[in-house]
């Protein structure tokens, strides 16, 4: 059974970088046939897709247009965790935020989720 | 950036009604379409990924069909388990902005 446990501080000043790290346990963030997600949710916002990374010979990312210039995700395989960072931060950026997986095997998306953080942006 | 349109945002129905959820794309997506239920203070749970693929332990009163830009959800007999708000999504992309299902 794959687990998804996030941590990360839930406060977060103006124009600072916010840091969530995602857990795996029952799969590996090396696989071959898994993909790690991050995405937001927000009353004002709704579910926003952030990003996701994933390992095929070497690691690969992608990322929402509207976050480009502000976003990382990225993998610790000694950890079997991977990582959000978001940069300059606003309070527009207030949210839950969730890690998921993909499953290439089967082809579901977002299968498995963590339990959320809020993170608050204020200063 | 692909928008997706859900409707109705909410809807109230009897234990046992047959329920439809609409999603429509802005742009064709083929088949990339998934559903997910969510109930307060809960991370979305997956019930169907590209259009009409049951996810495991889903119940089978759940399906999905469409192709292109228009899509849709069914229950097929609502249970009162099934109140949540369901949401579509384009795969890796736009989420819709759900709809709110209630018994009546």
């Known amino acids: 059974q794959v687990q998804l446990q996030q941590s990360g501080p839930g406060l977060v000043r103006p124009s600072q970088t916010l840091s969530i790290a995602c857990v795996i346990s029952?799969?590996?963030?090396?696989?071959?046939?898994?993909?790690w997600n991050w995405i937001r949710q927000s009353p004002s916002r709704g579910l926003e897709w952030l990003g996701r990374t994933y390992f095929r010979s070497k690691w690969y990312s992608e990322y929402a247009e509207s976050l480009k210039s502000r976003i990382i995700i990225n993998a610790d395989s000694s950890k079997n965790q991977f990582s959000l960072q978001l940069s300059s931060v606003t309070p527009e950026d207030t949210a839950v935020y969730y890690c998921?997986?993909?499953?290439?095997?089967?082809?579901?998306?977002?299968?498995?989720w963590g339990q959320g953080t809020l993170v608050t942006v204020s200063s | 950036d692909v928008q997706m349109t859900q409707s109705p945002s909410s809807l109230s129905a009897s234990v046992g009604d047959r329920v439809t959820i609409t999603c429509r794309a802005s742009?064709?997506?083929?088949?990339?379409l998934n559903w997910y239920q969510q109930k307060p203070g809960k991370a979305p749970r997956l019930l169907i990924y590209?259009?009409?693929n049951l996810q495991s332990g889903v119940p089978s009163r759940f399906s999905g069909s469409g192709s292109g830009t228009d899509f849709s959800l069914t229950i097929s007999r609502l249970q009162p388990e099934d109140i949540a708000t369901y949401y579509c999504q384009q795969s890796h992309g736009t989420f819709g902005g759900g709809t709110k299902v209630e018994i009546k």
């Open positions: 029952g799969d590996s963030v090396s696989s071959n046939s898994a993909a």
């Open positions: 998921a997986r993909d499953d290439f095997t089967s082809g579901a998306t977002l299968d498995y």
């Open positions: 590209a259009t009409s």
């Open positions: 742009q064709s997506i083929s088949r990339y």
